[in-house]
């Protein structure tokens, strides 16, 4: 998600305000999906990089978090979205990381569309978590090496429950991953747009998704 600071910029705004607009966006979009029936949506929310910015604009972040947190668990409800989080969150405050845990726990019956935010999420350290994981059952002999296959090491990552990504959309004009899903990516469709995320909408979510309906996916396999 984006282009918040740009946005702002291009406005003469704080980039606190681009974020706050960007937060709106996720509603939208969220709405959009529901719609169009779509199952999951998992929102690059955070990264572990993320730290690296001021502490006023992670301040402002997180309290956009919170705000989110406190606004639409019953909007979740009454939609049945199922509300889950992948990521590291033990570097939230403990008030934020009880919301996100009462906020899964309270969702997690629902069967609408899957909403998924990446918070303190990198796929590297994602990665590295799941190798320690196993390495770790080895040693207690819970594991044989010999079994370890690609089902044994997904099930050791963030997105154990979730379907590997169809479709990933970046706006902003940047064309990269970003350390986001990168083992679940490996047959991903890429989607790039020049708008940012706070003007992103459902004209422009429906036009990724007919991209991505007009793509041959192979797998490998010969072009048909």
Aim: net charge positive; hydrophobic share 35%; with cysteine.
């Amino acid at each position: 998600m984006d282009g918040n600071g740009r946005w702002a910029k291009k406005k003469g705004l704080p980039r606190i305000k681009g974020h706050f607009e960007g937060s709106k966006t996720v509603r939208r979009v969220v709405e959009a999906c529901i719609e169009l029936k779509v199952r999951y949506i998992t929102l690059y929310a955070f990264s572990t990089e993320n730290w690296k910015r001021s502490k006023r604009e992670i301040g402002a972040l997180m309290g956009l978090l919170n705000n989110f947190l406190n606004s639409e668990l019953n909007n979740m409800m009454k939609k049945g979205i199922k509300f889950k989080v992948i990521g590291d969150i033990s570097l939230f405050s403990p008030g934020l990381r009880k919301k996100i845990i009462s906020g899964e726990k309270h969702t997690k019956d629902n069967t609408g569309l899957t909403l998924v935010l990446a918070l303190n999420y990198g796929s590297r350290a994602e990665i590295l978590n799941a190798v320690r994981e196993i390495a770790d059952k080895c040693l207690k002999g819970d594991i044989k090496p010999q079994t370890i296959d690609e089902d044994v090491f997904k099930r050791h990552l963030y997105t154990k429950d979730i379907p590997d990504p169809d479709l990933l959309i970046r706006t902003s004009g940047e064309i990269r991953l970003s350390n986001f899903l990168l083992w679940q990516c490996s047959y991903t469709e890429f989607y790039f747009t020049e708008v940012l995320w706070p003007d992103f909408g459902k004209d422009d979510l429906m036009e990724a998704i007919m991209e991505y309906s007009r793509r041959e996916r192979r797998y490998g396999k010969e072009r048909a």
